[in-house]
């Protein structure tokens, strides 16, 4: 990660993003944040719980003199994958903690929040500011993954239940166009003074031959002529690893589809309704991106492709698939400790997505955002640019 350069962080700010995690949990009833329904999905609480240990553990710990960690087993429940920093609850049984309940975790996040609050006033020294900085960024990137497992949730209950927290797609309201790009040699990677990941840097030219790539997302309406069509049962158009995908789950549809009286209804944080085909098509794995793409003659564009070009289009309506494996940039350099578990441990197996969605938070969306996921993944919000 590079930090910040330019300013501190505030004991505001701290606050800010703190609330807004609890902002996205606030219609949540207790039955509700403690269940894990799949294994790829995390309860709310644990979101709550884990965004705080993370602050008690690089922060708090480490350089506040004479803090006294909340609960000593606290480490244990709540670190994700932090190898250096101790064992922890696997990731598929944290669905199975109903203790510490609900009432203490929140107690957790404000003995914390009091903490670090004070200490940020104190005046911290610029290596503190860039570890709680770190620490921001990240809860921010919880924020948005709780949105997804809050609709996993909902999303395989019979209810249906609606969050109160306003997460809705928009009409892209443009007629289809291929922008051409000139091939040459490109510069790629993040290259300001304001914060990124460490995943981001490394900049470095890249040459790209002639493109071209559509101005908007792949739409509903015309996802549903390739199911029509018949492109779940057409194993021309996916790759070995997507069609086995396929056929062990028997996919035939995008994730929350359900036809209903010969309509094509969905789940969306706003309730159970009928599919609108003007909005982008979501909850796409890899596998489907790619097959739609071969179905229309047409491919992914790499993640270079993807940010050279991104400055021609709007992006942030969803995360968009390319065609680029997770690796390192030249030069990319991991960081010692725990920290450096942060990004580079996950650069294989994984495919690159880029641009932001209606979940990100603010100030996640950047050309250069290297955003990555397994290929079978689909919670994610997900979507799809053409090129050609």
């Not at 960690?69 to 109903?98: C, P």
């Not at 840097?201 to 997302?217: M, P, T």
């Amino acid at each position: 990660m590079r930090p910040n350069t330019v300013k501190s962080i505030t004991r505001n700010h701290f606050l800010e993003v703190r609330h807004q995690t609890e902002l996205i949990c606030k219609s949540l009833k207790p039955e509700d944040v403690s269940i894990q329904p799949a294994v790829f999905v995390s309860p709310p609480k644990w979101h709550l719980a884990h965004t705080t240990w993370f602050f008690e553990q690089f922060v708090l710990s480490n350089y506040k003199s004479n803090y006294s960690v909340f609960n000593n087993d606290y480490a244990y429940y709540f670190n994700s994958y932090y190898n250096n920093v101790g064992e922890r609850v696997i990731r598929a049984n944290r669905g199975n903690m109903t203790r510490p309940t609900l009432e203490d975790v929140l107690r957790y996040r404000t003995y914390v929040n009091n903490h670090l609050a004070e200490f940020i006033e104190e005046g911290i020294s610029d290596e503190i500011s860039d570890v709680i900085e770190i620490g921001l960024h990240h809860e921010q990137q919880h924020q948005e993954l709780l949105i997804y497992d809050i609709k996993y949730i909902f999303g395989n209950q019979p209810s249906f239940p609606v969050l109160d927290y306003n997460v809705q797609l928009q009409y892209e309201n443009r007629e289809q166009e291929f922008l051409k790009i000139e091939e040459g040699i490109y510069h790629i990677g993040h290259n300001a003074d304001d914060f990124c990941f460490d995943n981001e840097l490394g900049r470095h030219k890249v040459y790209l031959h002639d493109f071209e790539i559509s101005n908007r997302l792949v739409t509903n309406a015309e996802f549903i002529e390739f199911i029509e069509a018949g492109g779940y049962q057409n194993f021309n158009l996916w790759h070995a690893d997507g069609w086995e995908f396929v056929q062990n789950n028997n996919l035939k549809r995008p994730l929350y589809w359900h036809k209903v009286n010969g309509k094509w209804m969905h789940y969306t944080l706003n309730g159970f309704v009928e599919v609108n085909g003007n909005l982008p098509v979501c909850h796409m794995t890899f596998y489907e991106a790619f097959a739609y793409a071969q179905w229309k003659g047409m491919r992914l564009p790499t993640e270079f492709e993807w940010e050279v070009s991104s400055n021609k289009f709007n992006y942030g309506q969803l995360w968009e698939w390319t065609n680029s494996a997770y690796l390192p940039y030249p030069n990319y350099t991991k960081v010692e400790g725990a920290l450096g578990e942060y990004n580079g441990k996950f650069m294989v197996n994984q495919i690159v997505l880029r641009g932001a969605s209606v979940a990100t938070a603010k100030k996640h969306s950047r050309s250069t955002y290297r955003n990555f996921f397994q290929a079978d993944m689909r919670w994610q919000f997900s979507g799809i640019r053409l090129a050609r």
